[in-house]
């Protein structure tokens, strides 16, 4: 993983707080989770984290659904 995000150094965000409603979908805070997004040439690296407050979602889900959600959200982004 290293390495990909070290070839990921042509941009970097962070902080980021997507604009996730619309007239027909409205996300919740767990849609929150971008932690990190990294570009390069041609690829991308995506570090996404659950919310705190909702870390107890984890007992329920093994993959979370809103974790995965922004992952291919973000890979659709890159390659799409």
């Known amino acids: 993983l290293s390495a990909i995000a070290s070839r990921c150094n042509e941009s970097r965000l962070t902080d980021f707080t997507p604009e996730i409603a ?3 979908l409205a ?3 767990r849609w929150q ?3 990190c997004l990294q570009f390069g040439t041609d690829e991308g690296f995506g570090q996404f984290e659950l919310p705190e407050a909702f870390s107890s979602d984890l007992d329920t889900y093994r993959l979370h659904p809103a974790l995965l959600d922004s992952a291919i959200s973000f890979f659709s982004s890159v390659y799409g």
Do not use: C, Y
Request: aromatic share 12%; hydrophobic share 35%; glycine share 12%.
């Open 22 to 24: 619309s007239e027909f």
């Open 27 to 29: 996300l919740g805070s």
């Open 33 to 35: 989770n971008v932690k």
